[in-house]
C-alpha cells in the first residue's frame, strides 16, 4: 500500500506510452490509480530489475473466474521480456489459486500482446471518447492448461 503512488505512476506511464492525448490520459485518471486499499485487498505483484520497479500487475477474483485488473510495463524496460514473465506468473498465480479462467480488458494497442501469449477474444466493450469509438477486445485465458513455467499456446 505505501507504493500505491509509484505504481500509480507506472501505469500512467505505460499508457502514456501509447500516445494517447493527455486530457484523455486524465479522463482515464481512475483507471490507472492504484490506491492503497485496492492494494491491501487484491492481489498486487511487482516486476523489479535491476532494483527498478520495471512493472506490475494486479488481479481481482469473481469465484472461480480472474481479472487481469493491472497489467503494466514501464517504457523503460518494454521490449526486455518483462511483460511475458509477468504474464506467465498472473497465470500461475491465477491457476494455484483455484481460478478457471483469466479475463482481460484489453487496450486496442496490448491485445496482439496478450493473444500471442495464448489469450483467446471473447468479445468487446465499446465507447465513445471525445467522438471517436474505442473498442477494447475482451480476452480469456483457460487456467486448466496453464502449468509452471509453460505458457498456453498463442491463437
Known sequence: PRQAQELSRIAWASKASWGYPEHWLESWRDDLTLTPDFIRTQPVYIAVLDNDHAGLYALSRHGDEFELEHFWVHPDFMAAGIGKAMFGHALEQAAELGGA??????????????????????????YWQDG????LPRLSVNLSAVAPGILPRAE
Do not use: C, Q, W
Open 132 to 135: 471517436v469509438l474505442r473498442t
Open 101 to 126: 479462467r483469466m479475463t482481460i480488458l484489453a487496450d486496442p494497442n496490448a491485445a496482439a500482446f496478450y493473444r500471442h501469449m495464448g489469450a483467446k477474444t471473447i468479445g468487446e466493450t465499446s
